[in-house]
């Protein structure tokens, strides 16, 4: 078995986390599983808990470590209330798949509700003990040997073609055709309604007694969203539909929602491969307030989740995670996060001073391989 896999949180807070749930009624009713992680004071007797569950990991014993989280453990008391952020895995994954991204956030005084998308996880699991394995039905339509070859040859075409002014509107047009082509893009609508409905369950959760996180969720400002892969080009179209998110961020997600090219109307970052970030150009270019893109260089896109800490079992399932240490690849995600995040979630103005960062700049980083660049707003 894989040991010592979490890193240890570099915030200034230990770190809770709660399981809540509740029912999604609109389009396709499901029950739909919250992970909660958030800023916690831990008395000494604090149990540790483990990792996800066994049939959300496909049965492999990783479900058997510790996290670096504690099991319903007493909010902090430092701030009376902390911000919030949704996260949402990818198509296939499952709802702790971000957690160590998750967990270091609310080590830095945000509270994070990780969504769990029933029958379109690996698995979820309830507070009942109930599992439900992912729908193979739906597994089947979203994976068409035609269509994701045609997806293969143009993810190629990009990787082939320099990053230049020259071929901005080539990589606009190839993320408009991976959109039309792919077929989990008729599940967007659904993951969209599905993460609004979180939210009215998160405000909701906030005014009820009994409740670890009662009162201490600071929605004033909205929240801000973000996820990975499918669940990073979810963020997307959920930020433009909602006024209560007030930013979103994918993390190497494609564009497959069904408003392509259209203004989302909020600040937006898009962090990931090389590849992903061409990919994505069709938000960078059509959003009207400020937009970021951050190009991560020797990492796969699973590498971006908590598989990066097991390469044990990444190598198991044959899932490439790149050349980038695991804890590289999160302390690049966090600097930029929590940078976007203080600037457009808190409203401090002095984040992007402390990020370096001007209008239409691209910026070399002191991390190999990472180009930031970003667009200002008209709004």
Known sequence: METNVFPMLTGSFQV???HEEFWFEEREPA???????Y???????????????????YGLPISEMNTAFFTDAPAAG???????IIFNHGYGSYEMSGSVLCGELAS??????SLG??????AVKFKDGTVILMDERLKAETHEPGKEARLLEILKEIKATPDCDENEEFFIEKGKEFRDIH????????WTERIKKALDYLEAYNSLDGKILAGRMNLERGAALMGHSFGGAAAAPACREDDRFCCGINIDGADLEYDYGKDIGKPFMTIGT???TKLLRGIYNSNQADTYRVSVGNVEHMGFTDLAFFPETAAALKIPLGERRAEDTLKILVKYLDLFLKKYLLGEETAEEEAGVKETEIKETEMEDVVLCCRKGVR
């Open 108 to 113: 830095r005084g945000y509270i994070v509700a």
């Open 78 to 84: 430092e701030k009376e209330k902390y911000p919030v």
């Open 16 to 18: 809770g986390i709660t």
């Open 31 to 37: 029950r739909l599983p919250v992970t909660i992680f």
């Open 39 to 57: 800023p916690a004071d831990v008395k000494k007797d604090g149990v540790k808990e483990k990792y996800a569950f066994k049939e959300a990991v």
């Open 274 to 276: 090389p590849v992903t």
């Open 183 to 190: 077929e989990k893009n008729e599940r967007m609508a659904v």
């Open 117 to 122: 998308h029933t029958r379109e996880a690996t």
